[in-house]
Antibody
Framework: EVQLVESGGGVVQPGGSLRLSCAAS????????MHWVRQAPGKGPVWVSR????????TYADSVKGRFTISRDNAKNTLYLQMNSLRAEDTAVYYC?????????WGQGTLVSVSS | DIVMTQSPDSLAVSLGERATINCKSS????????????LTWYQQKPGQPPKLLIY???TRESGVPDRFSGSGSGTDFTLTISSLQAEDVAVYYC?????????FGGGTKVEIK
């Protein structure tokens, strides 16, 4: 069974940093592209970033480009999202997502709140 | 970017009646090499992550009741709930994974009339 467990969320002041983690199990992590998707309170999901299976290629939404960095450690089956220069509009639940054979597998999410 | 447009924004249906949600993409999400549409449907209830209902536009995920069905190809897709149950009250999203950035429809809130 695919399991994705996010952690690292919390309350941070504007301009601050957080590092999110996503522990993966139940599938061959190193074979799949991985994504971060976020959902602001009362809004729909929005894609944030993607990393290739070997970590060599990354893509970002314009809204986070230059501030967020996605990475992975295939030896630890873990996905990361380093978030710097956080803004109020980054407040959201952050989900890690794996797409395989057409299916999207989501974690339970971790809440990031940017507030002074 | 592929824009996903869902309609209606909200829908009130009587128990046991049919609910139909539409999703239109701004360009095709059909892979010609596989003849598969990279389109998923999710159900989301408050405080929960999106739950996968349908993938490849029309393949029901294991464990999803057969009252849920997906149809369509290319740019026009439909999610149908054939006989609405109380537990189906939720927000429904379509999403394309044909190209990055992955994009979602705006959501359709389904309620009981």
């Amino acid at each position: 069974e695919v399991q994705l467990v996010e952690s690292g969320g919390g309350v941070v002041q504007p301009g601050g940093s957080l590092r999110l983690s996503c522990a993966a199990s139940g599938f061959t992590f190193s074979s799949y592209f991985m994504h971060w998707v976020r959902q602001a309170p009362g809004k729909g999901p929005v894609w944030v970033s993607r990393v290739s299976s070997d970590g060599s290629s990354t893509t970002y939404a314009d809204s986070v480009k230059g501030r967020f960095t996605i990475s992975r450690d295939n030896a630890k089956n873990t996905l990361y999202l380093q978030m710097n220069s956080l803004r109020a509009e980054d407040t959201a639940v952050y989900y890690c997502v794996c797409y395989g054979s057409g299916r999207g597998y989501w974690g339970q999410g971790t809440l990031v709140s940017v507030s002074s | 970017d592929i824009v996903m447009t869902q309609s209606p924004d909200s829908l009130a249906v009587s128990l046991g009646e049919r609910a139909t949600i539409n999703c239109k993409s701004s360009q095709t999400v059909l892979y010609s090499s596989t003849n598969k549409n990279s389109l998923t449907w999710y159900q989301q209830k408050p405080g929960q992550p999106p739950k996968l209902l349908i993938y490849w536009a029309s393949t029901r995920e294991s464990g999803v009741p057969d009252r849920f069905s997906g149809s369509g190809s290319g740019t026009d897709f439909t999610l149908t709930i054939s006989s609405l149950q109380a537990e189906d009250v939720a927000v429904y999203y379509c999403q394309q994974y044909y190209s990055t950035p992955l994009t979602f429809g705006g959501g359709t809130k389904v309620e009981i009339k």
